[in-house]
């Protein structure tokens, strides 16, 4: 017997009336069809919720990684790296050049190796760039280069959130997409959170003990080993989960891809873009705030606004759910220029809690986007496979696999945000002193993203109808 035929549980037969659902050796399973109502409640909603849960588990690592550089650039003077304003928002954006680069391949690891298999070498890959930090920033005299191209090493974990949405989109039907989504997402954006609050606490704790900042990759090692440990005894691989060339230039070809792409630079971007930068940001806008003692700790205020964001996206795959996920992006962009431009408004008054309580909302509102228009692509890819059928939202096969490779790319595009945000930033501060003009950049782009999200997904006469 296998190692996997060890591992695989032995599940008894499915209840009267269900679909069987064969399981082969290496945890594959074939006949799967979330649009079978009998089969996903006899069977199939557990087999699915226990997927999601390890998905989660390890695309949360996948952000903790992505983030660790944008947490610990802040220490970096202190102990003794001297590097420009512009050096030090490039450690912070490559990460996301990187990952947003990498999740257009990630995209296709799924199909070709098996949802299970991929988080596996997705979540061990997290490796290299947690130790290659740890390395780096135990040497001041580590030149920016090598630093540079560590930090890219981290966009490794970002690839991970295409794969592992294009993998969960798979197991769910159409009717339950947005909040499966929305806590798949949810769970790994909460790593950006997290790793906010643990690095500097941790970086603070190993001072005592002269261990510091390489702490910030260490810490991680331990629970990405656990994560992958999980993914390799309880996920599955679904053979229904394939996707071909076909199918993925169809994807490509539809317009409406390159629409949905351009609004999840709006909220995805705005997300990844806004949490990398917000440590620097508080430091450089409120020096006092930039860290805060609590019990002889520093921490940083900034963890709140991933914190919120994440906890917001599965709210706004909920409400898509209920009320349409075009309606619930427009509001979510209708408040975030509002918001963009109260804060450029009111920076001058120098009022650190209301900056802070602004940018919570923004964060907010940027979440609740990102669960919203994740859930829109599924229905659009199926209603545009039903040859128009506005009412029709159940998934054929070949919709799923269109629509799963459509998931992956958009998450691509969007996560470019991530790169633009702090170099938009990083050129209005070094061309005026200020963040100002990027602020309302950034309304205008909101704007115009409302714009286009009503033209093509609320007006009556859209070829989609609301979505």
């Known amino acids: 017997m296998s190692i996997d035929e060890a591992a695989s549980p032995t599940l008894a037969p499915p209840p009267s009336g269900v679909t069987a659902l064969t399981h082969r050796p290496g945890r594959w399973i074939d006949g799967w069809d979330a649009e079978d109502t009998a089969q996903w409640n006899g069977v199939g909603r557990s087999i699915a919720r226990r997927n999601l849960q390890w998905s989660i588990a390890c695309e949360f690592l996948g952000f903790v990684v992505w983030q660790l550089w944008s947490i610990v650039v802040v220490y970096l003077p202190a102990a003794g790296f001297t590097f420009t304003t512009s050096q030090i928002f490039w450690l912070i954006s490559m990460p996301s050049l990187v990952g947003a680069t990498l999740r257009i391949p990630y995209t296709f690891m799924v199909p070709r190796f098996g949802g299970r298999n991929w988080t596996i070498i997705s979540a061990l890959l997290l490796l290299i760039p947690a130790v290659g930090l740890a390395l780096c920033v135990s040497n001041p005299e580590t030149p920016f280069g090598v630093m540079l191209a560590v930090a890219a090493l981290a966009g490794l974990g970002g690839g991970n959130f295409a794969s592992s949405m294009a993998n969960i989109t798979f197991f769910y039907p159409a009717r339950e997409k947005g909040w499966a989504l929305g806590l798949n997402a949810a769970g790994g954006n909460l790593g950006a959170a997290v790793a906010q609050f643990v690095v500097p606490v941790v970086i603070g704790l190993g001072a005592a003990f002269s261990l510091g900042i390489p702490l910030a990759g260490w810490v991680w090692v331990p629970l990405i080993l656990v994560a992958a440990f999980g993914a390799w005894k309880y996920m599955d691989n679904l053979s229904s989960a394939r996707s071909d060339l076909a199918g993925s230039l169809a994807a490509v070809r539809e317009p409406h891809l390159w629409i949905m792409a351009l609004l999840y630079i709006g909220t995805f971007g705005s997300f990844i873009g806004f949490a ?122 070949s919709t799923a696999r269109k629509s799963a490779a459509a998931l992956g790319l958009i998450s691509a595009v969007g996560a470019y945000g991530g790169f633009l945000i702090p170099q938009v930033l990083n050129a209005s501060n070094s061309a005026t002193g200020s963040y100002d003009n990027a602020f309302y950049g950034f309304v205008a782009g909101y704007v115009l993203m409302l714009a286009v999200t009503w033209f093509f997904y609320l007006r009556r006469s859209s070829t989609v109808g609301k979505v």
């Open 276 to 397: 990398g930068v917000f440590p620097k940001l508080i430091a450089d806008s409120f020096p006092a705030f930039r860290t805060i003692d609590m019990m002889g700790i520093s921490l940083t205020l900034a963890f709140l606004g991933p914190l919120v964001g994440s906890l917001a996206r599965p709210f706004g795959g909920r409400l898509a759910d209920r009320f349409g996920g075009a309606i619930i992006t427009v509001c979510a962009f209708a408040v975030m220029a509002a918001i963009a431009l109260t804060v450029v408004w009111t920076l001058p008054l120098g009022n650190f809690w209301l900056f802070l309580g602004l940018f919570l909302v923004l964060f907010t509102a940027a979440g609740a986007g990102n669960g919203a228009t994740y859930r829109m692509i599924p229905i659009i890819f199926a209603r545009r496979g039903a040859a128009g059928q506005a009412g029709e939202v159940r998934e054929s096969v």
